[in-house]
């Protein structure tokens, strides 16, 4: 069975300009959270995605959106790229939502913003 | 609000030591609690989880106890090896007012390098 696939891995974008990660989840998982790892502030919680529809948001600007496709696809936006927006963006599917519910991740996209 | 507090790294210890790693918790309700690691270059992955008060989660040789009393789910394992070397996550993910939720809460993550 496959993995969690993150597209791109890598990138690098210039200040003000805006992004687009994708994810697909693992066959016949429909819920699709993301996650932000930087060094100084570790893992932050974005956003929470089940059946289409945004179930939890975290504490980041309205420059951070996603959404989910009927498929169960996800993608993630962030326009007008700030540099304190660099870095590893990680993609986690679920089964379903729950208590105890493991998050499957992906290998993550590293951006970088110069 | 919602919060893990683990210990800092980063932790060096020999081959076939015993380790410990801490984790509490801040939580309202009746978390659940999880160790996750992540090896370089890679993404997290589920080491062990508990769901309850007095549930022992275990995997590879490690164990963590969830402790309602002291709000803890420390990581332990009787000989750590080479391999072991990765960085560990405590998280926790708690339902709230909309029900349901598979948000994770993490703690800051604690570098372990096992030596030969």
């Known amino acids: 069975k496959a993995g969690v696939t993150q597209t791109p891995r890598y990138l690098i974008k210039t200040r003000g300009q805006q992004v687009t990660l994708s994810c697909s989840p693992i066959?016949?998982?429909?819920?699709v959270s993301w996650y932000q790892q930087t060094p100084g502030q570790g893992l932050q919680f974005l956003f929470e995605?089940?059946?289409?529809?945004?179930?939890n948001k975290g504490n980041f600007p309205g420059r951070f959106s996603g959404r989910q496709f009927s498929n169960s696809r996800s993608e993630m936006n962030v326009s007008t790229l700030e540099l304190g927006d660099s870095a590893l963006y990680l993609c986690?599917?679920?089964?379903?939502?729950?208590?105890?519910?493991?998050?499957?991740f992906g290998q993550g996209t590293r951006l970088t913003v110069v | 609000g919602n919060s893990v507090t683990q210990m800092e790294g980063p932790v060096t210890l020999s081959e076939e030591a015993f380790l410990t790693i801490n984790c509490t918790y801040t939580?309202?309700?009746?978390?659940?609690l999880f160790w996750y690691v992540q090896y370089p270059g890679e993404g997290l992955q589920l080491l062990l989880k508990?769901?309850?008060?007095?549930d022992k989660g275990s995997n590879k040789g490690f164990e963590a106890t969830y402790r309602k009393e002291t709000t803890s789910f420390h990581l332990e394992k009787g000989s750590v090896q080479v391999s072991d070397s990765a960085v560990y996550f405590c998280?926790?993910?708690?339902?709230?007012?909309?029900?349901?939720?598979?948000?994770?809460?993490f703690g800051t993550g604690t570098l372990l390098a096992v030596q030969p």
């Open positions: 986690a599917s679920s089964p379903d939502r729950g208590r105890g519910t493991e998050a499957f």
């Open positions: 995605y089940f059946s289409e529809t945004q179930r």
């Open positions: 998280a926790l993910s708690a339902p709230n007012y909309g029900g349901a939720t598979n948000k994770l809460i």
């Open positions: 508990a769901t309850k008060a007095d």
């Open positions: 939580a309202t309700g009746y978390p659940s």
């Open positions: 066959s016949g998982h429909r819920s």
